[in-house]
């Protein structure tokens, strides 16, 4: 009776929520305190209960035992699926829909931009990160920034998701670059339908799109404030860009030329043919920084990855050139206290991660930036120094700035240069900042998407794809751009990630993938800015802590802290502040509030709190589930 009670004040709480009268509480509901029902009940983020383990999330469960796909858009995720079908790997997969997605995103990850990416080879047995920044260009000193400031003209990064992509087929995928492009190309020279974000994405950066002759055009085919759901969009120039490079692809085949031979042609005719001189002419014209050696003399590399360990989950990550390092900084730090007995998302649960996110977000301010130029500390990703931070956490009060830095090589909780308060600038005036920096991401600079593959192999491919081109220039004749990704350097030079010539910047984008007991288990990756590792974090915790699917680990509500400079700001514009999804009760934010928060709502549902893409797999059975966030048009498909 003890049980039905709470169970019935549970349901009536969630239901509550939903503006839904308790008398209309399904009766085939699971027994309360078993299962995962007893830990998702209060937020009523579920549709139907079958029992205790079998609770229907807010979209269809996509399953496949030969390969699943779940990306930013549908067209993007019927690529890769039609990849797989024909007998492609996730590599091939995930190369069809990456370039496919960047053709459907040209607002939030359009062709051409940043694309970390993290992939399983079960060939090789290894995991593996192809370095996905762009280097900034040799013109691109300390001084001309200070001199100059940042500007949608001035922040252009080298591209580096071309390079991603062809490395990626190159190197693990099995079939030529013209098949991989085959379906970006048609949705490019065919059109796509505008949907409902990308139509508020064009309305709310209109001045910036409006900057850009050519942007204009592009994005105000039918007249400027003329756009409708529906619409067709059509880049016949990415067009003539992809048949370009498919014919430099053809030439080297002709040649006698291998597979390998061909796609280094279709890489190379970007980055050292016409292309690459009509972006020197562009950038020139308009007194940008960008030159053709800087594009001609680009290359990436693999890399291995950064990685920690969780309850037995080994978690890879990127390095410095990312915000990969935030994550294995985190989950050291988490280790340290007992989740289950904090209990989920209450606000002892929600206070302790909000506050350790605090802590890796400020060292990684201080240290984290591109590992050629500044190496990280010793000890700064071991799990000693992790202790010693998480003393700083106070259980009763929030912290009401970003707490100092620590120094790891001294194992000191706090270091001796850490500034008292980050509210304001710290030593190079205004021009170091960039104002509303860690607001609103897609305010300014637009925002990402992301993409996972898995097969039935066991290969694991996982990206996050970013940089449009509203408030950025695309260049005449091309139909793509170079992403504003500088803006994410800092002007301060004490800290890692300060701006210099063949650098990369620290980018938010940040993929993750998990493996268990050697074998893969998730890859996982989200748009958001720099709450993107935040969101993957609770969804990570989720699954391995609270024991959820990938659809239920996605649905739960979210919180996401401020309290901290946005990348490429040295200025916390938002101290203390904490957004929770309105799921969360009342009661909880109250709470919060009480230990100091400066607790913001988010909504029920809001597409800031990030949209996760995830692949899973059953290490048991090798069952493979695909999953994405509802909070944007994410798809999935799996067979």
């Given at each position: 009776?003890?049980?039905?009670?709470?169970?019935?004040?549970?349901?009536?709480?969630?239901?509550?929520?939903?503006?839904?009268?308790?008398?209309?509480?399904?009766?085939?509901?699971?027994?309360?305190?078993?299962?995962?029902?007893?830990?998702?009940?209060?937020?009523?983020?579920?549709?139907?209960?079958?029992?205790?383990?079998?609770?229907?999330?807010?979209?269809?469960?996509?399953?496949?035992?030969?390969?699943?796909?779940?990306?930013?858009?549908?067209?993007?995720?019927?690529?890769?699926?039609?990849?797989?079908?024909?007998?492609?790997?996730?590599?091939?997969?995930?190369?069809?829909?990456?370039?496919?997605?960047?053709?459907?995103?040209?607002?939030?990850?359009?062709?051409?931009?940043?694309?970390?990416?993290?992939?399983?080879?079960?060939?090789?047995?290894?995991?593996?990160?192809?370095?996905?920044?762009?280097?900034?260009?040799?013109?691109?000193?300390?001084?001309?920034?200070?001199?100059?400031?940042?500007?949608?003209?001035?922040?252009?990064?080298?591209?580096?998701?071309?390079?991603?992509?062809?490395?990626?087929?190159?190197?693990?995928?099995?079939?030529?670059?013209?098949?991989?492009?085959?379906?970006?190309?048609?949705?490019?020279?065919?059109?796509?339908?505008?949907?409902?974000?990308?139509?508020?994405?064009?309305?709310?950066?209109?001045?910036?799109?409006?900057?850009?002759?050519?942007?204009?055009?592009?994005?105000?085919?039918?007249?400027?404030?003329?756009?409708?759901?529906?619409?067709?969009?059509?880049?016949?120039?990415?067009?003539?860009?992809?048949?370009?490079?498919?014919?430099?692809?053809?030439?080297?085949?002709?040649?006698?030329?291998?597979?390998?031979?061909?796609?280094?042609?279709?890489?190379?005719?970007?980055?050292?043919?016409?292309?690459?001189?009509?972006?020197?002419?562009?950038?020139?014209e308009q007194e940008g920084i960008v030159r053709y050696e800087d594009l001609a003399n680009y290359e990436s590399r693999w890399e291995e990855p950064l990685g920690t360990s969780f309850h037995g989950y080994d978690v890879h990550a990127a390095a410095g050139w990312s915000q990969g390092?935030?994550?294995?900084?985190?989950?050291?730090?988490?280790?340290?206290?007992d989740l289950h007995a904090l209990g989920y998302n209450t606000p002892a649960y929600i206070h302790v991660v909000s506050q350790v996110i605090n802590l890796a977000i400020a060292d990684a301010h201080k240290y984290v930036a591109d590992p050629d130029f500044a190496p990280p500390p010793e000890n700064l990703y071991t799990k000693e120094y992790a202790r010693e931070r998480v003393g700083l956490i106070d259980e009763a009060r929030a912290f009401q700035d970003m707490p100092p830095w620590g120094d790891p090589e001294r194992m000191a909780a706090v270091a001796d240069d850490a500034p008292a308060s980050f509210v304001e600038p710290v030593s190079t005036g205004a021009a170091a900042s960039r104002p509303g920096s860690n607001d609103d991401p897609a305010a300014n600079y637009g925002d990402t998407s992301s993409l996972n593959v898995m097969d039935g192999d066991g290969n694991v491919f996982s990206l996050t794809e970013s940089d449009g081109h509203t408030s950025t220039p695309m260049i005449p004749g091309w139909g793509f751009g170079l992403g504003g990704r500088m803006y994410q350097f800092n002007l301060d030079p004490g800290l890692a990630n300060v701006m210099a010539p063949g650098k990369r910047p620290r980018n938010t984008n940040s993929p993750l993938l998990v493996m268990k007991d050697g074998q893969p288990f998730m890859g996982l990756s989200t748009p958001g800015g720099d709450q993107q590792l935040q969101s993957l974090l609770q969804v990570f915790l989720n699954v391995v802590v609270w024991g959820m699917s990938p659809e239920q680990a996605l649905d739960q509500p979210r919180f996401g802290s401020y309290n901290f400079p946005g990348t490429g700001s040295e200025v916390n514009n938002n101290p203390a502040v904490i957004n929770i999804e309105e799921r969360i009760p009342a009661a909880t934010a109250d709470a919060l509030r009480a230990m100091g928060h400066d607790v913001r709502p988010w909504g029920r549902w809001n597409w800031r709190a990030c949209a996760p893409t995830v692949t899973w797999r059953d290490p048991e059975t090798g069952l493979m589930i695909a999953a994405g966030d509802v909070r944007r048009e994410t798809a999935s498909l799996g067979f």
């Open positions: 009776m003890k049980h039905l009670t709470w169970l019935a004040a549970a349901l009536a709480l969630a239901l509550a929520a939903c503006g839904v009268p308790a008398t209309d509480a399904p009766e085939d509901t699971a027994p309360a305190g078993e299962g995962v029902f007893a830990t998702i009940a209060p937020f009523g983020s579920y549709g139907h209960v079958h029992d205790a383990d079998n609770v229907e999330a807010m979209r269809p469960r996509v399953m496949g035992t030969h390969g699943v796909i779940s990306s930013g858009h549908y067209l993007a995720t019927q690529a890769g699926y039609d990849v797989l079908r024909a007998g492609g790997n996730a590599f091939d997969a995930g190369v069809a829909a990456g370039m496919a997605l960047k053709v459907v995103k040209m607002d939030y990850a359009g062709w051409t931009g940043v694309a970390p990416l993290l992939v399983y080879s079960a060939a090789e047995d290894r995991v593996l990160t192809r370095v996905g920044a762009g280097t900034s260009p040799a013109l691109a000193t300390l001084d001309y920034f200070l001199e100059h400031g940042k500007s949608p003209i001035n922040n252009a990064l080298i591209p580096a998701d071309v390079d991603v992509w062809l490395a990626a087929l190159d190197r693990f995928g099995t079939i030529s670059f013209s098949e991989a492009a085959a379906p970006a190309l048609r949705i490019a020279e065919e059109g796509y339908h505008l949907y409902k974000m990308q139509k508020r994405m064009i309305e709310d950066h209109r001045d910036g799109i409006l900057a850009f002759p050519y942007n204009r055009d592009f994005w105000f085919p039918n007249g400027v404030g003329e756009q409708r759901l529906g619409d067709l969009m059509v880049n016949a120039d990415l067009g003539r860009l992809i048949r370009y490079l498919m014919d430099a692809e053809r030439q080297a085949l002709a040649a006698g030329g291998s597979r390998s031979d061909g796609i280094r042609a279709a890489r190379d005719a970007f980055y050292k043919g016409e292309p690459a001189r009509a972006v020197d002419r562009f950038f020139r390092p935030r994550i294995v900084l985190m989950l050291n730090m988490l280790e340290n206290y």
